[in-house]
């Protein structure tokens, strides 16, 4: 099994920063993919931001410019560096990683989420 562990959310005011950070824990063999996604109220879970293992990228068009991907494949764990943060940003951002945990299972994991809040 593969486990991803996030941290870093929090209440920050418009304009602030915030880095978001998950782990993958558990059987790797290899991960293709890292990514953020969020989940505001009432709202459909949207994709954010994803990273590849060779460091391709590819965001939202609402975060381009602000938020930045990266990751470090040593630690399996990737990061979501949130500047100049506004309140639309307000959701519950959730980690996913899909990969290979042998040569024939594959395994595609969510974190469990971590609450961003943009207000002052």
């Known amino acids: 099994q593969v486990q991803l562990v996030e941290s870093g959310g929090g209440l920050v005011q418009p304009g602030g920063s915030l880095r978001l950070s998950c782990a993958a824990s558990?059987?790797?063999?290899?991960?293709?993919?890292m990514g953020w996604y969020r989940q505001a109220p009432g709202k459909q879970r949207e994709l954010v931001a994803v990273?590849?293992?060779?460091?391709?990228?590819n965001y939202a068009d609402s975060v381009k410019g602000r938020f930045t991907i990266s990751r470090d494949n040593a630690k399996n764990t990737v990061y979501l560096q949130m500047n100049s943060l506004k309140p639309e940003d307000t959701a519950v951002y959730y980690c996913?990683?899909?990969?290979?945990?042998?040569?024939?299972?594959?395994?595609?994991?969510w974190g469990q989420g971590t609450q961003v809040t943009v207000s002052s």
């Open positions: 996913n990683a899909d990969g290979r945990s042998s040569f024939i299972h594959s395994f595609a994991v």
């Open positions: 990273i590849t293992s060779i460091g391709s990228t």
């Open positions: 558990g059987s790797i063999f290899s991960i293709a993919s």
